[in-house]
């Protein structure tokens, strides 16, 4: 994996006054570690705008302080409600040497063949676990392979995911990661007989009404 470089400077301005740090196009952030005191510093906004995005919460990345490299994991994004702007990073200096903890996100991929075959609906209960490991052994993300969802009811539970030797899984393995559910209309009758209300559905089968 290519290595991904912010570059920052450090900075005096904190408080109400990092205001005119943003309005000059710098993002105002703090940088700390088990064995560094923390340090206020400051990026380019357009910089920072295009690579964090892109930034998992378990990949490593180096914050270079006007030459002082930092290996570090982004810990915070705080943004703006209503805009989703940027407005301030938490980065954590890692030691290469010591077991971290850290979140990292699952990726889904494939087709359940429940959802053609059956109407099927995938429910997705996790979308992050929490896992330990040296920083060079942490996966940036994980995948899942949707398509062994063929029958409803077919779960895909945290003791089922595929993890590096190296990582320990520190979330409930027996925690739903993502299942098949019934119909709409089906949950709908089971809900007026009393039955639990379903999560928030993200991707559906066609009922044949819809043909």
Known sequence: MEEVVLQAQERTITGKQVKTLRLA????????????????????????QKVLPTISSSQLIVVDVEGTRHTALVREKQREPVSGKLLHID?????????????????????????????GVVVIR?????????PRDLPERIVVDLSSLAEIGDTIFVRDLEVPAKVRILSDVDEIVVHITAPAYESELEGAEGGVA??????????EEEF
């Open 126 to 134: 996790t979308e992050e676990i929490d896992v330990e490991a040296l």
């Open 198 to 207: 379903e999560p928030e559905v993200i991707e559906r089968g066609k009922k």
């Open 25 to 48: 196009g710098r993002l105002p952030a703090v940088i700390y570690g088990k064995s560094y005191a923390p340090v206020a510093i400051s990026l380019d906004y357009r910089e920072a």
């Open 91 to 119: 980065f954590l200096e890692v030691s290469m040497t010591e077991i971290l903890r850290a979140s990292v996100s699952i990726h889904f991929e494939g087709e359940a063949p429940a959802i053609k075959n059956y109407n």
